[in-house]
């Protein structure tokens, strides 16, 4: 059965083809224009209560049934249970998937997303203030992810989890964040190895636009 994946050319839609396309999951993507506020449309609004991309549909949920399932995190966590994979079962590495899922979800996003709206405001007084705030808060966490990654190969340990992909959603958007990989040597490292992957590469190949 194919999932219905509603998106678009974002970090967080991002997360999700590339999760489908690493788990082998069959998917048909549903674009939602958020610049032509499409993510308020009454029919996604039902699968998606919050107004934001992604959502999923599976017409294969639990018992069988189709379930849909908005929130990145969310979304990631209930591939990786459906299919078994990425998200390990218990113990310390399944701890640690969604620790640093959480982290993602709480401050490599929502710091960053604060970036490229500053960059955009055109009060230059607003925009320096946030820039600085915000940009400042993003190294930070650049750091925090650099030395995770000097002590293990993925943020989970030594395998790919959810929590990589979450991550690499936002990472793909360092040059935007005016961050050079080169200052975060072991971030780099990571993002190369993930972003050579072949389900990676598909993941971000794909069109969440419908163009």
């Known amino acids: 059965m194919t999932i219905e994946l509603h998106a678009w050319d974002t970090p967080n839609g991002r997360k999700i083809s590339i999760a489908l396309e690493e788990m082998g999951l069959p998917y048909v993507v549903k674009p939602i224009d958020i610049s032509n506020k499409g993510q308020f449309d009454p029919a996604f609004l039902k699968i998606s209560p919050n107004n934001r991309i992604p959502a999923i549909v599976d017409p294969e949920g ?32 399944r701890i640690a998937a969604l620790e640093w899922l959480m982290f993602q979800m709480g401050g490599f996003g929502p710091m960053p997303g604060q970036v490229h709206h500053f960059l955009a405001v055109a009060n230059e007084a607003d925009r320096r203030y946030g820039l600085e705030r915000y940009s400042k808060e993003t190294v930070r966490l650049y750091g925090v992810m650099d030395r995770r ?61 419908g163009k």
Do not use: C, N
């Open 149 to 209: 990654l000097a002590q293990v190969s993925y943020f989970a340990g030594d395998a790919v989890s959810i929590a990589d992909f979450a991550i690499l959603g936002w990472a793909w958007r360092h040059e935007r964040h005016k961050v050079d990989l080169a200052t975060f040597p072991h971030v780099k490292r990571w993002y190369e190895t993930m972003m050579a992957r072949p389900g990676v590469q598909r993941g971000f190949a794909i069109s969440l636009t």
């Open 62 to 93: 639990p018992e069988g049934k189709p379930v849909s399932v908005f929130e990145s995190g969310a979304i990631l966590i209930y591939l990786g249970e459906k299919t078994g994979q990425f998200l390990p079962k218990a113990g310390a590495a």
